[in-house]
């Protein structure tokens, strides 16, 4: 049996009734059991994804992908880990390799190979710098813009497509995917100028519209109309799982014959801001992927 290592997590420690407070998870220094099974690696967390469905994790019961986070549980997140432990035997995986998996808020972590949730970037992308790392914390965000607009909103060439929380992770992918499929118009919702100038003169939105103006009401109805009826609809990303090889494939086409710009990233430094950052992505604070950069060392250095 491996000796425990010492590890740093956040864990959480209280429900919240409505927003996130200082009371919601607390850090704690563990001992983490490294003796792996195959399929399994110790890896040093690099970045931590931070998404707005985390939110829904904290929940006690409610129908997600993910099971609720219990008291006590690190709290669960995507991230970017190096691998420095297999197991015995272990051929899919080798130390100094790049893994996108379920990390958690944690400094280290034992990642299982979920073919879901896990993705070896070393042996997928063997050219890839540290900014294409990074890039694949955005690619549930880019599927889920691409599945959203196919198979949810059903866009159609020629048609109008707004875009609210343009400037986000989901929605500034969302703005350019509607041009390349044919939009009409696109039209972006955004908090504040240099957000909306930002979808406008990068993103490429026909206008964007600052839900903070006095004159959002009056702006929207100029250049949207006035709302009848409208339908709401959520999804379960992982409903498309059979068809992920598609919806990346298309995505890197698009960035390779530069219809599609790199995701914007917001990054925060070192684990213990993970807390913070969820709070932020709630107020509006960040254009573009919200990270938590966890380690001072880059992805792949062992």
């Not at 200082?22 to 983490?32: C, D, G, H, I, P």
């Not at 250049?223 to 609809?233: D, F, H, K, R, T």
């Not at 999804?235 to 890197?252: K, N, Q, S, V, W």
């Amino acid at each position: 049996m491996s000796r425990p290592i010492q590890v740093t997590q956040i864990t959480f420690a209280e429900r919240p009734t409505e927003s996130i407070t200082s009371s919601t998870f607390k850090v704690e220094k563990a001992a983490l059991d490294a003796t792996l099974q195959v399929g399994q690696a110790l890896v040093r967390v690099d970045y931590i994804s931070i998404d707005p469905a985390m939110r829904g994790w904290l929940r006690e019961t409610g129908a997600s992908y993910m099971a609720p986070v219990q008291i006590g549980e690190t709290m669960k997140a995507g991230g970017i880990g190096t691998v420095i432990k297999v197991a015995e035997g272990e051929t899919k995986i080798k130390i100094g390799d790049v893994i996108n998996g379920l990390t958690g808020w944690a400094d280290y972590a034992v990642v299982e190979f979920d073919p879901r949730l896990f993705q070896n970037l070393t042996s997928q992308y063997p050219k890839a710098t540290k900014e294409d790392y990074v890039e694949a914390l955005g690619g549930m965000v880019s599927m889920t813009a691409y599945f959203g607009l196919l198979e949810i909103a059903k866009i159609k060439p020629g048609e109008t497509v707004v875009v609210s929380g343009a400037a986000g992770a989901t929605g500034s992918v969302v703005v350019q995917l509607a041009r390349i499929l044919g939009a009409g118009k696109v039209i972006g919702v955004a908090g504040g100028h240099e957000k909306s100038q930002y979808v406008e003169k990068e993103l490429g939105a026909d206008r964007c519209l600052d839900y903070k103006s006095s004159s959002f009401k009056t702006d929207f109805e100029k250049e949207v109309g006035l709302l009848q009826s409208s339908i709401a609809q959520g999804f379960t990303l992982f409903d498309y799982t059979p068809r992920f090889d598609e919806a990346l494939g298309a995505i890197m086409k698009w960035k390779q014959e530069g219809k599609l710009k790199r995701m914007k990233f917001h990054v925060e430094n070192g684990l213990e801001s993970c807390p913070d950052a969820l709070r932020t992505i709630f107020a509006g604070v960040n254009t573009g992927k919200m990270v938590v950069k966890a380690s001072s060392e880059g992805p792949g250095q062992v």
